[in-house]
């Protein structure tokens, strides 16, 4: 089931990509792009609940019944969940349409690792994807993995003359780029939500830190999906015109408080 109704449909879309651009690193960022645009009405939706989770925390209503409660959680749950069905809102609202796109981001990954395959034998299953009707896919195979700098199937690494070793600038692009993503996307913080807010902020420095390992050892092709994603959903924010550009000045901030 999963195979049929995730992991075939992407392989042959990247695969007739592919076949129209001539190259399947520029395949990857252009489904990335298209995956994105598909999911756009989740994330449209994740915001709305987003926000209307966050308006929530300065209800006076519920400001009252945080205090009113506080040492009565069966109570407070019972009269929150009244507010949300008062309001309309859905405590799962904003986190649904993640946990919906989440399926979807594990069978690009899976897509891309059987697009790359090499071995006679992973090459053989590779074919048993394709569609009959798009059989002359099978003439692509086994990929072309060379675009830019990069063997997609391997993970990336810049040689510069004089320099021993090969220096994983995509590994970094991504590093960055996650970052970024996370800190523009975050909503700010309110008062008396210092919890939240340190858990946000903590989850800017574990992501990227981990996005960046996964690029770092992972073949390029998925480093350079990794990359795309984030640049795209950074775009995607942006045209919503939901970020959050005062997040980027903590430094600043930071080097104010000390003066």
């Given at each position: 089931?999963?195979?049929?109704?995730?992991?075939?449909?992407?392989?042959?879309?990247?695969?007739?990509?592919?076949?129209?651009?001539?190259?399947?690193?520029?395949?990857?960022?252009?489904?990335?792009?298209?995956?994105?645009?598909?999911?756009?009405?989740?994330?449209?939706?994740q915001?709305?609940?987003?926000?209307?989770?966050?308006d929530?925390?300065s209800?006076?209503?519920y400001?009252?019944m945080?205090?009113?409660?506080?040492?009565?959680?069966?109570?407070?749950?019972?009269?929150?969940?009244?507010?949300?069905?008062?309001?309309?809102?859905?405590?799962f609202?904003?986190?649904?349409?993640?946990?919906?796109?989440?399926?979807?981001?594990?069978?690009?990954?899976?897509?891309?690792?059987?697009s790359?395959?090499?071995?006679?034998?992973?090459?053989?299953?590779?074919?048993?994807?394709?569609?009959?009707?798009?059989?002359?896919?099978?003439?692509?195979?086994?990929?072309?993995?060379?675009?830019?700098?990069?063997?997609?199937?391997?993970?990336?690494?810049?040689?510069?003359p004089?320099?021993?070793?090969?220096?994983?600038?995509?590994?970094?692009?991504?590093?960055?780029?996650?970052?970024?993503?996370?800190?523009?996307?975050a909503?700010?913080?309110?008062?008396?939500?210092e919890?939240?807010?340190?858990?946000?902020?903590?989850?800017?420095?574990?992501?990227?830190?981990?996005?960046?390992?996964?690029?770092?050892?992972?073949?390029?092709?998925?480093?350079?999906?990794?990359?795309?994603?984030?640049v795209?959903?950074?775009?995607?924010?942006?045209?919503?015109?939901?970020?959050?550009?005062?997040?980027l000045?903590?430094?600043?901030?930071?080097?104010?408080?000390?003066?």
């Amino acid at each position: 089931m999963w195979n049929t109704l995730i992991i075939a449909p992407f392989i042959n879309v990247l695969l007739l990509i592919t076949e129209l651009v001539g190259n399947f690193g520029i395949a990857i960022i252009l489904f990335t792009i298209f995956i994105r645009l598909l999911t756009h009405p989740l994330t449209v939706k994740q915001l709305k609940g987003t926000q209307a989770m966050q308006d929530l925390q300065s209800d006076p209503r519920y400001i009252k019944m945080q205090e009113k409660y506080k040492d009565d959680k069966e109570k407070l749950a019972q009269e929150q969940m009244k507010l949300y069905q008062e309001l309309g809102i859905s405590p799962f609202s904003s986190c649904l349409p993640t946990l919906i796109q989440f399926p979807i981001i594990i069978g690009l990954y899976q897509a891309v690792i059987r697009s790359l395959s090499s071995t006679p034998v992973e090459l053989l299953n590779l074919t048993r994807y394709i569609y009959p009707a798009l059989s002359n896919l099978a003439e692509l195979i086994p990929l072309n993995n060379q675009f830019l700098w990069m063997d997609l199937s391997q993970p990336e690494r810049i040689f510069i003359p004089g320099i021993e070793f090969g220096i994983p600038l995509l590994a970094v692009l991504v590093m960055v780029a996650s970052f970024m993503q996370s800190k523009l996307m975050a909503p700010p913080s309110s008062p008396g939500n210092e919890q939240a807010a340190a858990m946000s902020n903590m989850m800017s420095m574990y992501m990227p830190l981990l996005m960046g390992y996964l690029a770092y050892s992972l073949s390029s092709g998925l480093a350079l999906y990794f990359f795309t994603s984030s640049v795209v959903g950074i775009i995607q924010y942006a045209l919503l015109g939901r970020l959050h550009w005062e997040n980027l000045n903590f430094l600043k901030k930071d080097n104010g408080s000390k003066k």
